[in-house]
């Protein structure tokens, strides 16, 4: 006999087959403008991106290889579980084959932590503004956001610990913040772990790590072994460059990892990344020189814009935050007008990647005859 489980109670919503609420509510994530939108808008050529964080190069021989060797594969299925990219990352770590679980980027990780671990009647909390996928995947699963001002451009961990209820399923630190680009002190982490109880999930997002050279930011994987409620995500995205292949990974006590684990649509970190991602690991010292070529660019294009009167919070990934408040949107459309296609938060600020020599020279250019335009002087 047919049995159905009936919804308490259906909305017409207008709408053909009925989406969730919470769905048809929901704003679409907004990438990054392409390069092709700007040059179609304003009649020019060669646009740079300077909009979604994205690595300058393409990836490193080895892993170009990596990525062809797995072409002959792609009629397959590759493994779900990704036992050779977790066997590979808990050595890289040094935590247990359980401890880490892959996903399709670390957003996707991401939306399985909200998955496994929110749903409604539920807060997650996070300091704002931060990343813009955390308020999509919180709306997904009908939880409550409750969002903390950053302070000085920075996560504020006090305040963000005091907001903790004890319907927080989920808090959020972004450590290097996007947009801001700051970062808080491992201590200061460790301190907000000892408040919060074990019942709340931490969620230590650190898709920039690889760019941070504050000392106050140590391994954080050290904290794992005292706190079973931490969860780390890092990526291969930024750093590793390799943003198109979507993967990312998560660490933390193998209970948490088995819930996340459950959440993973079937097959959905691919063959091509998988291999992508092993060969990166195996590449780790060409991987660090191009992350402090960019390193090195960040701090010449901080110098440059200081000397030049900008005031811009000390950047530790591979971007510049410019709190630009009310003036947000028509600055990003003036460097539009030049080719450098960065990403405006409206009434906030800018942020612009950091890239190579070349397109950060284009971009200070598009810049200074941006301000031009507007009749304004650095802020
Ligand atoms: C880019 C980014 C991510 C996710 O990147 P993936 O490509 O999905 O791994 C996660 N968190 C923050 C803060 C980011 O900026």
Sequence with gaps: MTSRCTPSSWQNLGVTGRPRSAIAKLPAYVPGRSTAAAEADHGITDAIKLASNEAPYGPLPSVAGAISSGMEHVNLYADHGAAALRHDLATHLGVDLDQVTVGAGSAGVLQQILLAYAERGDEVAMCWPSFEAYPVFAMLVEAEQVRVPLRDETFDLAALAAAVTPATKVVFITNPNNPTGTVVGTDEIATLLDTVPDTCLVVLDEAYNEFVT??????????????????????????????????????????????????????????????????????????????????????????????????????????????????????????????????????????????????????????????????????
């Design 214 to 379: 504050d000392h106050r930011v140590t391994d954080s994987t050290a904290l794992l072994p005292r706190h079973s409620n931490l969860v780390i995500t890092r990526t291969f995205s930024k750093a590793h460059g390799l943003a198109g292949l979507r993967v990312g990974y998560a660490i933390g006590h193998s209970d948490v990892i088995a819930m996340i684990d459950r959440t993973l649509v079937p097959f959905a970190v691919n063959e091509l990344a998988q291999r992508a991602a092993r060969a990166s690991l195996g590449a780790i010292d060409e991987m660090r020189q191009r992350v402090d070529q960019v390193v090195a660019e960040r701090e010449r294009l901080h110098r440059e814009l200081v000397a030049a009167g900008w005031t811009t919070p000390d950047p530790q990934a591979n971007f510049i935050w410019f709190p630009v408040g009310d003036i947000a949107v028509a600055l990003a459309a003036e460097l539009e007008r030049d080719g450098v296609v960065t990403r405006a938060f409206p009434d906030v600020g800018v942020r612009v990647t950091v890239a190579d020599a070349d397109r950060n020279d284009r971009f200070l250019a598009a810049l200074a005859a941006a301000m031009d335009r507007l009749g304004l002087s650095p802020r």
